[in-house]
């Protein structure tokens, strides 16, 4: 009795789909899957990269705002080599130093305006540098969330091309014979979709994270600034 139903077979896979793609839906593919490899190798490590820079900030500002002298918190800043508030203090400090802003009894400048000065532009150069380099690689994920899926719209346009031609050529318009190009073009919105949606997510997180630390380098340079002029006041 079973044998009045015969079993439907299997439809090929996606792998085989891909495998009996043309060359054009192909490249295609290839070139979404290296964008998406790409986009996840950035992630990855740039996720490892701000994660550590939170938690080294949080950590230096609490020594900082606690009260820390500047001389313990230079032996700190070691620690912490993610931290671009911890950039901003080592520089500061070098500054600082060659300035001999803290002892100006030894024969350097006098603690004034033009010297704080000096110091905030160094400050304002080295975060420029900072966020110079938190937005790295940031710029092909977004490259890749924008463009991702008008590649694999074309490769849709192909695919559904294809159909037509191969029912232009065979005069029928079977299911056979427009099936193999409605696939790869399904195949080819995916994979855009795929490339696209993570490098979109994770573009708008990091960048969220960038302006984050931005906002901290802004405060620890006024601060800074203000602990110097504090300073200018007491010695004059």
Known sequence: MLSAFPLAQAGPSVLDLVLDAGIVAKFVLLLLLLASIASWGIIVARARVFRAAAR??????GRFHGGARLAELRDLAEKWPHSPVVALFKAAF???????LESPQSGGRALDEEAIADVERMIARTAAANTRDMERSLTFLATTASTAPFVGLFGTVWGIMSSFQNIGMTGAASLETYAPGIAEALIATAAGLVAAVPAAVAYNYFLRQVRVLSIEMEEFQYDFTHLLEKRRRRVG
């Open 56 to 61: 080294e900030t949080r950590a230096f500002l």
């Open 94 to 100: 070098h500054e600082v130093s060659q300035l001999s």
